[in-house]
């Protein structure tokens, strides 16, 4: 690959057949950094964790209406009214009905329960597929935002960037309340800060109302906080710590996995964080304690907050609040192990999916010379030799082919459901890994048989539809700079059709890889 092709593919997004070829690539990545913007017009119209919350809130007042209008009593009058078994046809000159006799039940039933419970159960699904599909669209809207900014950008280094730490920070939108939330946070999380610090940019993400329930944070009760003595006291109900946010921002958001943390150092960082909840939408006794917060906001409710002081990692930090765990994280993000995993994962990432030593190293001690300042690692990644070896480092994810192909093919916006379906098809759903550690960055997770006849089926479509107006052999050279191979001339000179030569470019080495 020539270095013109390197900066297109491996560092950006694909080349456009719109944009000129970079005459020195090395400072047109630079410049990147500088001019980069967090809200293009894409990214500025998308939904809002507000708006998505206004929704949510929407859906739990309805819920709350059906339980108070439609509890036991008032459920089985209106369900035995309904039902011509348990009662008597209403003529026009017929009395009122009267309140459903015990006798016209089933024998054994109690007299309100069994025909309470369907039509409560039946309204609440209504309300709660009504949500869904609310939420739905709100996610739809934010892959349609994200789609077409990639398409569209001139700082396609950047925007990899933004898809890089997304999927660093990943939330999956599965449950309810993340499927309007989840790409929220790569908009107001994500983009603001991956031009800054990453202290900024962890504490953005920390404090978002998609990390905190996803990993379930709107639900720790610190058990000696005032409130979980209060609750330990009626003997009850289980309330009690949850870890999970505290372990995965150790071990995938700073620290990496088995680098000198322990388990009494999860459990006190989950101490200190006790207390960091959502208003509004969260689930729990935190959501209750934040009062008439804004929906979707952090709020920090002291009533569950584990008081003492705690020492994790070596470190010891006074009681303070909220403060505590903001304090942690301040001391996790400058840590000698995060510089190290994050070096690791921006060199697996631009490199090879064995990240070369010599890089990791130097992009390490960017981070650490410069206290997390990103784009001094940047600076330090388009720097190093290893990421500007002429073989191909990496098989593109489905992600990046299609907005590779997409790209390639001059496209400046795609409908959001075709997105969809082709990322489902391709087995990459746009953000929805399944699990905190993100989408896998290497080959392997890609590369697989089946994997690549769905992009051979993909790419037939993309030539279907654009192969008469294409001249594949004059756009080759276009998207690899004095880098198209002689198979892949070879191959497209011999096409029987225009169609036929776009698909065959889609599939060749040069557009799988980068």
């Known amino acids: 690959m020539s270095e013109a092709a390197i900066a297109l593919n491996r560092f950006g997004l694909g080349a456009r057949p719109d944009q000129a070829s970079p005459d020195d690539p090395r400072r047109w990545l630079t410049a990147q950094i500088d001019r980069y913007r967090p809200a293009s017009a894409p990214i500025a119209a998308a939904p809002t964790s507000a708006a998505v919350s206004l929704d949510l809130v929407a859906y739990q007042a309805e819920q709350r209406n059906i339980r108070q209008t439609m509890g036991p009593r008032q459920s089985a009058q209106a369900s035995a009214m309904a039902s011509g078994a348990n009662a008597a046809p209403v003529m026009a000159d017929s009395p009122a009905p009267g309140p459903v006799q015990p006798q016209a039940m089933a024998p054994g039933r109690s007299p309100e329960m069994p025909l309470a419970m369907p039509a409560v159960r039946d309204a609440r699904m209504a309300a709660r597929q009504e949500a869904r599909r609310a939420a739905q669209d709100r996610y739809v809207a934010l892959v349609g935002a994200r789609t077409n900014a990639a398409l569209i950008t001139d700082t396609p280094f950047a925007e990899r960037l933004v898809h890089f730490w997304s999927n660093h920070f990943a939330v999956s939108a599965d449950k309810l309340e993340l499927v309007g939330l989840a790409g929220t946070l790569e908009m107001e999380a994500i983009r603001p800060h991956v031009m800054g610090r990453f202290a900024d940019m962890l504490f953005a993400v920390e404090r978002h109302p998609a990390m905190l329930l996803y990993l379930d944070q ?41 680098t000198g943390y322990t388990q009494a150092d999860v459990t006190e960082f989950a101490r200190a964080m006790t207390g960091w909840t959502v208003g509004g939408i969260g689930g729990g006794p935190g959501a209750r304690l934040a009062g008439q917060a804004t929906p979707g906001s952090f709020v920090f409710a002291a009533a569950i907050h584990q008081p003492g002081a705690r020492t994790i990692v070596g470190k010891s930090y006074p009681e303070g609040g909220e403060a505590q765990a903001q304090a942690v994280l301040a001391n996790l993000a400058v840590h000698p192990a995060t510089a190290h995993h994050i070096a690791t994962k921006l060199a697996r990432h631009f490199a090879a999916d064995t990240p070369p030593p010599a890089m990791v190293a130097r992009l390490e001690q960017a981070f650490l010379s410069s206290g997390g300042d990103l784009p001094t690692v940047y600076r330090a990644l388009i720097a190093s030799p290893e990421a500007w070896t002429p073989a191909p480092a990496k098989f593109r994810t489905p992600w990046e082919w299609t907005i590779a192909a997409y790209r390639a093919l001059g496209t400046s916006e795609v409908r959001p459901q ?63 700079p004095a880098a198209v191979s002689p198979a892949t001339t070879q191959a497209l000179s011999r096409a029987e059709s225009p169609a036929q030569a776009l698909a065959l470019l889609l599939i060749s080495p040069e557009m799988m890889r980068r």
């Open 418 to 480: 075709t997105m969809l379906g082709l990322m489902n098809q391709l087995g990459q759903p746009v953000w929805k890994p399944g699990q905190p550690i993100g989408y896998d960055d290497t080959a392997p997770s890609w590369a697989g048989p089946d994997a690549i006849m769905r992009r051979v089926e993909a790419a037939e479509r993309f030539a279907a539809r654009s192969g008469a107006t294409v001249d594949a052999r004059a756009l080759a050279p276009r998207l690899f």
């Open 218 to 258: 709107a639900v720790s009760v610190g058990p000696d906080s005032p409130l979980g003595i209060r609750i330990a006291g009626r003997g009850r109900r289980k309330v009690g710590l949850n870890e999970n946010l505290a372990r995965e921002i150790m071990e995938l958001h700073t620290l990496g996995v088995r």
